[in-house]
């Protein structure tokens, strides 16, 4: 073993990690395919996370473990596996004194895909303002949601799995440099509306003290199933071979299927819908018949409590645009058309309670956004304001509304730079303008995929190297202090002021400046209730 392989000793044995240099220079430290509970494979698979066992040795550490068992939309395959429950650690030092700050990344991806590697969430950019990384795997799709109301498949195994890497952080950052009383999560899209759900849940109480949420909050439509819970399970069972309603069934036959046929399945099935707003077939439920729940209630009634850390929440520009976009959808010419005369395919069924507490109708939601056009081709940019609201918005400004209503800082803010090339809207086929949803992920890690397409990190000096700094900048303060600008500099001439009781909501507009803005949230279209008398 060459002698600079830094070693650590956690609860379960020692690891050995590796010295990596960052693109910007400097060394940090990476410890990578940690295991943080027991392989849920077998008998597991479907159950609550289990505490890992320990090993003898010196376990290596310097590869990513396996993501979860998921189609993969870019090579469209399936990747992964049930040997998936591992977690990365990056630190400046493993000095146990140093007490750096430390920030755990859930992964987005519609709580179908996804994974905590460099692809996309390289630490580059984040170490070089002295905090310990922690990026964390979770069981997707059908593994990490099956709810049959069974203790063998009781549901959120996922949020499970996030629960259990957070009490691994709590256990062992401190042999990696990091305050195990000072831990921030932070995630965007399903991992924003992970970290709401963990600040709502009677699970996950204590282990941690900020939160910051992403263009994702558990109240999104996507981000919970209500109706029929058991009902896609059996749809997938019989899709496999296996015609039944017994939970226990289903599970014992799940159980034998390889976990690239499940996947393989549930995309089928998935496309099967013909909706254009179901990302994924298994999401997170109300578990209440759990013998150990994550989720007892609705999380329209445990968010009315209030998140009790400070928090740190927003959204893009135009969050809709991605869902417009070849990516998403093959044709879109073909599927904007098709709208005309079924609109219900953009509207998702979670929205029902909501369309009926605002006291609109499906013609009205047409209306409002497409007039009396025909909806077409050129409509795309209305069809993006529409998803925006339905899918993000709504979900987001509630939870500010809710939020000013505490004595808990609180801090909002809306992405909306767009840059003139910008490695997410090549990515995804975007062509509408505005901030699209992911878009600020880029200045906050280093994709890796970037070196694999022979680009280079942004040039000190240009505009997308002065975002990533403040950006970097401001999240890490935020860990720091709870805080994100708790000065002024060369670099942040704005100060972030939290949002106030009131009819206005302050937020930072982040774009190729910083700027203080206001906003009445009642003026804006996603609350349809307002919107109804401009008909």
């Known amino acids: 073993m060459a002698r600079e392989e830094p070693v650590v000793t956690v609860k379960q044995g020692q690891l050995c990690g590796a010295v990596d240099e960052n693109v ?14 027991k392989p849920p494979i077998g008998p597991l698979r479907f159950k609550d996370p289990q505490p890992v066992e320990p090993w003898i040795g010196i376990r290596d550490a310097k590869e990513f473990g396996s993501s979860c068992g998921q189609f993969d939309l870019f090579s469209n395959q399936v990747i992964g596996s049930d040997d998936c429950l591992y977690l990365n650690v990056y630190t400046p030092t493993i000095d146990v004194s140093s007490k750096h700050a430390v920030m755990v990344w859930i992964h987005g991806g519609g709580f179908v895909c996804g994974s905590s590697d460099s692809t996309i969430y390289g630490p580059d950019y984040i170490l070089r303002k002295d905090v310990v990384l922690v990026t964390i795997n979770y069981r997707v799709g059908v593994f990490g949601f099956l709810n049959l109301e069974t203790e ?35 995630g965007e899209s399903a991992g924003g509306a992970s970290v709401h759900y963990l600040c709502i849940s009677p699970m996950s109480q204590g282990l941690f003290q900020k939160a910051i949420a992403q263009s994702g909050v558990s109240t999104n439509p996507w981000a919970i199933i209500t109706k029929d819970v058991k009902k896609n399970a059996e749809q997938l069972a019989a899709a496999l071979g296996k015609e039944t309603t017994d939970p226990q069934e289903l599970v014992e036959f799940l159980r034998t299927i390889e976990p690239a046929k499940i996947a393989e399945m549930h995309q089928k099935l998935l496309v099967k819908t013909g909706s254009y707003v179901m990302i994924g077939l298994f999401r997170p439920t109300v578990d209440s018949k ?125 992405f909306t730079y767009d840059p003139e090339i910008s490695l997410t809207k090549q990515r995804f086929n975007i062509e509408c303008k505005g901030a699209t949803h992911s878009e600020e992920l880029v200045y906050l890690f280093y994709p890796y995929v970037m070196k694999l397409m022979g680009l280079s990190p942004p040039e000190p000096g240009t505009k997308d190297y002065n975002v990533m700094e403040y950006l970097t900048q401001m999240w890490t303060d935020f860990a720091k202090t709870g805080n994100p600008t708790p000065m002024t500099t060369n670099l942040i001439s704005t100060l972030w002021k939290p949002i106030e009781k009131g009819d206005t909501v302050n937020y930072l507009n982040i774009g190729e400046k910083l700027r203080m803005e206001s906003t009445k949230l009642e003026e804006h279209t996603c609350y349809w209730r307002f919107m109804k008398n401009k008909l």
């Open 24 to 37: 910007y220079g400097g060394k940090f430290l990476a410890f990578r395919g940690v295991p943080f509970a």
């Open 152 to 186: 063998e498949a009781p549901g959120n195994q996922g949020l499970k799995d996030q629960v259990m890497a957070l009490k691994w952080v709590q256990e062992n950052i401190s042999s990696f440099g990091g305050d195990p009383n000072n831990v921030t999560i932070f």
């Open 290 to 414: 759990s013998s150990n729940p994550f989720l007892p209630q609705h999380p329209s009634i445990l968010a009315k409590a209030g998140v009790k850390v400070p928090l740190l929440l927003g959204n893009t520009d135009n969050e809709g645009s991605l869902f417009v976009s070849s990516f998403v959808c093959a044709d879109v010419k073909k599927a904007m058309e098709s709208l005309n005369t079924n609109f219900e395919k953009i509207v998702h069924p979670e929205m029902d309670g909501m369309m009926k507490m605002d006291e609109i109708t499906l013609e009205e939601i047409k209306r409002l956004y497409f007039g009396k056009k025909t909806i077409d081709f050129d409509s795309r940019v209305d069809y993006a304001s529409y998803f925006s609201d339905m899918m993000f918005l709504r979900g987001i400004y509630d939870t500010v509304e809710l939020q000013a209503e505490k004595n808990v800082p609180t801090y909002f803010y809306r």
